[in-house]
């Protein structure tokens, strides 16, 4: 039955974990993946986790099955976020929310739905993007192309290239878009692109289908949601996914959720009921712990402060490692000018580094980033940095 089963190529991103873990290099360094470590390379548990992990431990809850949409409360949560909780949208309950495994886990949950709705649609993703993108979608049936976003030559946007390619489209097809923080590049469009992007959008009938799953790394919650606003306020009907992988440091408890912005509270109750079925379908339900710790964080004040706060000092631990990262490389030798590693923003740094190098880099020097270029800046701090940027001064 399996003889002539090939074997797959490693994951891009999560392939690199296993190698890194494999590897015996003392001085190995992972900015593969987009996880979030200390000032002591430590994986945080926030402090406003911990508090609503002990608040649940106090007055423990059998686990039964959730209902297929999740936790009513983080659903209910996750709109006030995402959308506020004065919009009229969430105030007319035209917005279907359902908990998703994760960020990934609502984009699939999306991709099923609006392949059963429009199973011809085409997909476009950013040139480049992260690449389970393009690998779930097409899982998904779709066909999957791109339109420009990045140009490696000139380390900057070609927003003229993404706005032509958008025009270019045939309705219906489906936009995914990087709501902030990009991935991979770290370069986001400005409050005004975004404008012109959603006239074009609109104007040519696609679907927007907006990746959010880093939200607060940028400027904060409210500054990186703003473009989900600006979405509303045009009345068109679309797709957002959400995660708290990054922002609450859950990554395991895949914590995310889908939400359908509809033209009307009745018709999101019949989208909701379609979504349930993707659900029931691929997983049945979701898991308890994460949403319920999510919830009660959100919806207590002090709780919610706390994780602004604790969110904060990440997004400022960042900036400062990307500081440093310049400074290092050229205090390493790099001749290059490396500045545009301070205009990037989110986690990742776009290094412009070739397949080979980060080969080399990885190989050589236990120093892991994606073959794209790609490296998590998060990861960095200061008893790691000085050897990232003597290998990368190496390989360049
Ligand atoms: C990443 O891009 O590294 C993260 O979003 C983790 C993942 O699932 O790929």
Redesign the pocket.
């Known amino acids: 039955l399996f003889s002539a089963v090939e074997m797959a190529p490693r ?1 891009p ?2 392939g690199l974990n296993e190698q890194f873990a494999a590897d015996t290099n003392p001085n190995k360094v992972n900015l ?4 979030y470590f200390d000032e002591n390379g430590k994986l945080p548990l926030l402090q406003c986790v911990q508090a609503a992990e002990k608040a649940l431990m106090d007055s423990p809850k059998p686990r039964g099955y959730l209902p297929i949409d999740g936790i009513a409360a983080y659903d209910n949560a996750v709109k006030k976020l995402v959308f506020g909780a004065e919009s009229d949208v969430y105030k007319a309950g035209r917005i279907a929310t359902v908990q998703g495994l ?3 886990g609502g984009l699939k949950i999306g991709a099923d739905f609006l392949r059963h709705l429009n199973p011809n649609a085409k997909v476009l993703i950013s040139d480049p993007s ?3 993108h393009r690998a779930l979608f097409t899982q998904a049936g779709f066909k999957v192309e791109t339109y420009r976003y990045y140009n490696a030559g000139t380390r900057s946007l070609d927003f003229d290239g993404m706005l032509a390619d958008l025009k270019a489209a045939a309705p219906g097809t489906v936009v995914v878009l990087h709501a902030c923080c990009h ?2 590049t770290g370069y986001d469009i400005t409050p005004a692109q975004w404008d012109q992007v959603i006239e074009v959008v609109k104007a040519g009938q696609l679907t927007p289908f907006l990746d959010m ?1 880093y939200q607060g790394f940028a400027n904060g919650i409210a500054e990186d949601g703003a473009v989900v606003g600006k979405f509303v306020a045009t009345g068109m009907d679309f797709l957002v996914s959400t ?1 708290f ?2 922002s609450f440091s859950l ?1 395991g408890e895949r914590v995310g959720a889908l939400s359908v912005v509809c033209a009307s509270k009745e018709e999101a109750a019949k989208v909701l009921s379609q979504l349930k079925i993707m659900i029931r379908t691929n997983y049945s339900n979701p898991p308890t712990h994460g949403g319920a710790v999510v919830a009660l964080v959100l919806e207590d004040d002090k709780l919610r402060a706390q994780w602004e706060q604790e969110l904060g000092a990440m997004r400022t631990r960042i900036k400062a490692m990307r500081q440093k990262l310049v400074e290092g490389l050229k205090a390493a030798g790099v001749k290059q000018d490396m500045g545009f590693i301070t205009t990037q923003i989110g ?2 740094s776009y290094s412009g580094l070739s397949k080979d190098q980060m080969v080399r880099l990885r190989n050589e020097f236990g120093v892991y980033g ?1 073959d794209s270029g ?1 490296m ?1 800046v998060a990861a960095l701090n200061d008893k790691n940095i000085d050897y990232v940027c003597a290998s990368i001064a190496k390989v360049m």
Request: include cysteine; proline fraction near 4%; glycine fraction near 16%.
């Open positions: 994951d991103i999560l593969g993946v987009g996880v994760g960020g990934t992260w690449e389970n991935n991979p799953a995660s992988s990054k990554y986690m990742f994606t790609r998590c």
